[in-house]
């Protein structure tokens, strides 16, 4: 994986001078890219690039630039193509001819051959930039399910685009202003986004699935959508549907196991992590070569854990049952309390913005710590959402409840809120996003009650609750300049699922029944049935005691930044208040909303933030 900026200027705009804060860009994404870097540079465009070696590092290097058919193309990159080889053998009978094994060059080649049309061609997750020198336009275009990021911001007729907001903010054009909208989003959807904003003014990000050109001194930039979940008649019966998921998911897994470095697999004891080491561990030892998985717990979690009605077991005997069942060596990282408040700094300082807390932070030691075994690894992100696993999938009540399933705590949210700020109805507000989701589902005619519900539900999901996961997988883990891959992000896998019946998806009852029945034989009994239980967190009474720590060194300063946003009543509640409602999803209860408050605080102040409400 890779880091990648740029700027589209009007003509005769582009002095030397910015040379130097384009160096300055570039640096900013050296966590993404340590391995080698580059640089393209004329009167009206600047493409930068910071490298993460993956695949024949010799031959890939960025920007990378092709002559054909009269025009001269150049492009930065950031992510894989899991079709590769099919597409070079498809230009090669074109006449295109290679000189690196590298998917950069199969790109480039596609777009000359295909221009936009190109992505439809594209498995893979990607974020890329083309510029035509001849014809003097850029073309930006992201991934179907929006695993790689790609922000810009459109200012006096200047694209500028980077892989994150950090590098976007080192454009003197681009400031760290928020407005009253901005402050919204912080407080009644974060650590969620609205799609497409960056949550600072001026900065956008390109949705997933969308694609676009920009010439010179354009006014707008208005990318189009080349993608989404279509509704379609299903004509497989449950044992076909069964055998075309074991298909596409080994197929899947199999595909994104391609690397020049070593790859390991998240394995936590779950049934999707389980299925992605299994399938790996065939893989490999078939080739004679031996895998290695990895896992992370907290200290004296065993001690403190109780079960409850969203993590019902722990994960410790799980990932021993899979561990003997797999033929990989097995590593365990422990995260005791201390290390992890700290991290929750580096989490923002990674994101950009306030995330998920510790459940951020425990992610970027977690991967900082693989990143010693491994620069690529494959984790078991977006299978809840693309199957059904998530509770308000199968809690009646709250599906049926309007609004985002994983956070009805609005109204709670708006008391923390500075008076005068909010411009509108809080409830309005996050209401509007959560209509306009659902309104723009595709569903048949005819579709049952049931039915429109459970796809609006998966809608509702991979536009945003997976997008925020997405957004912390890619950042925590690019932090420690580690790939992570996510297999049940293939976009074949999503365009299957959301034409089965939600009968197939609940098979007997049971969560992602039909995943488990595609992976028989693959498990132990033990893991192939068990409940889900999310990712794990801290449950020692320690991180409660550290967080509270913190947020009253927050209180006690009258100048903290947060005050300018929130009231200070609001935020000292949280210390004395038994509100078990969580935050957002059922891992951020009351130790991870106090962490967020700290998160908040210190992003404002980190980055210098402007609030104009």
Not at 579 to 605: D, E, F, H
Request: proline fraction near 6%; hydrophobic fraction near 35%; aromatic fraction near 10%.
């Amino acid at each position: 994986m890779c880091g990648i900026a740029g700027q589209i200027c009007r003509e005769g705009e582009q002095a030397e001078e910015l040379l130097r804060v384009y160096k300055n860009m570039q640096a900013e994404m050296l966590r993404r890219g340590p391995d080698q870097s580059g640089m393209y540079f004329d009167g009206e465009a600047a493409l930068i690039h910071s490298r993460l070696c993956v695949v024949d590092p010799e031959n890939g290097l960025q920007p990378m630039t092709l002559k054909r058919g009269g025009e001269t193309y150049t492009v930065v990159y950031n992510g894989e193509l899991y079709n590769t080889d099919e597409l070079r053998d498809e230009l090669k009978a074109l006449g295109y001819e290679f000189s690196t094994r590298s998917d950069t060059e199969v790109l480039l080649c596609a777009y000359a051959e295909w221009k936009d049309g190109c992505v439809d061609r594209f498995n893979g997750i990607y974020a890329f930039a083309v510029w035509e020198h001849k014809g003097k336009r850029l073309f930006l275009a992201r991934d179907r399910m929006g695993v790689k990021p790609l922000f810009y911001a459109l200012i006096n007729g200047s694209l500028i685009f980077a892989s994150e907001i950090k590098a976007l903010l080192k454009h003197p054009l681009v400031r760290p202003v928020i407005d009253g909208e901005g402050v919204m989003q912080i407080m009644l959807l974060g650590p969620g986004r609205a799609p497409g904003s960056g949550v600072f003014r001026d900065i956008k990000e390109l949705l997933p699935a969308e694609r676009g050109y920009f010439s010179p001194g354009q006014d707008n930039f208005t990318p189009e959508r080349y993608w989404r979940l279509t509704d379609s008649p299903c004509r497989d019966s449950f044992e076909e549907a069964v055998e075309k998921v074991r298909y596409l998911v080994t197929d899947a897994v199999t595909r994104q196991l391609s690397a020049d470095v070593p790859v390991c697999t998240f394995l936590s004891g779950g049934l999707d992590s389980s299925i992605i080491s299994a399938i790996a561990d065939r893989y490999f030892t078939e080739r004679g070569v031996r895998l290695h998985t990895v896992s992370v717990d907290y200290k004296d979690n065993e001690k403190y854990f109780k079960s409850g009605k969203f993590q019902p077991t722990s994960d410790p005997a799980y990932i021993e049952k899979m561990t003997k069942s797999l033929n990989a060596e097995h590593h365990l990282f422990m995260i005791d309390t201390p290390e992890l408040v700290k991290a929750l700094y580096l989490a923002v300082d990674a994101r950009d913005l306030p995330g998920m807390s510790d459940v951020d932070s425990s992610l970027l030691l977690f991967c900082k710590e693989i990143k010693k075994t491994a620069t690529v690894a494959l984790s078991g992100e977006c299978a809840d959402e693309i199957f059904g696993g998530y509770p308000w999938y199968r809690d009646p009540e709250i599906r049926e409840r309007e609004g985002f399933p994983w956070a009805q705590s609005t109204a709670w949210r708006a008391t923390f809120i500075k008076p005068g700020i909010l411009k509108c109805d809080p409830m309005e507000y996050v209401d509007g996003y959560y209509r306009e989701t659902v309104n723009n589902s595709s569903i048949l005619p005819g579709t049952g009650p049931l039915e429109k519900r459970m796809k609006q539900m998966m809608n509702l999901n991979v536009d945003w609750f997976m997008q925020t996961l997405l957004d912390r997988k890619d950042r925590m883990s690019m932090y420690s300049s580690l790939e992570v891959r996510v297999p049940f992000c293939d976009h074949r896998i999503a365009e299957y699922l959301y034409t089965l019946p939600w009968e197939y998806k609940d098979h007997n009852g049971y969560e992602k029944g039909l995943l488990r029945e595609a992976a028989r034989g693959l498990l132990p009994e033990e893991v192939l049935w068990r409940k889900k239980s999310p990712y794990p967190k801290t449950h020692n009474p320690s991180y409660m005691k550290a967080v509270s720590e913190e947020l009253r060194k927050i209180l006690e300063d009258k100048d903290s930044p947060i005050f300018e946003i929130a009231e200070p009543k609001a935020i000292e509640e949280l210390l004395t208040s038994d509100r078990s409602a969580p935050w957002y999803g059922q891992l951020m209860t009351a130790p991870q909303t106090i962490a967020y408050i700290l998160q908040v605080n210190y992003w404002l102040k980190k980055y210098e933030v402007e609030i104009r409400a």
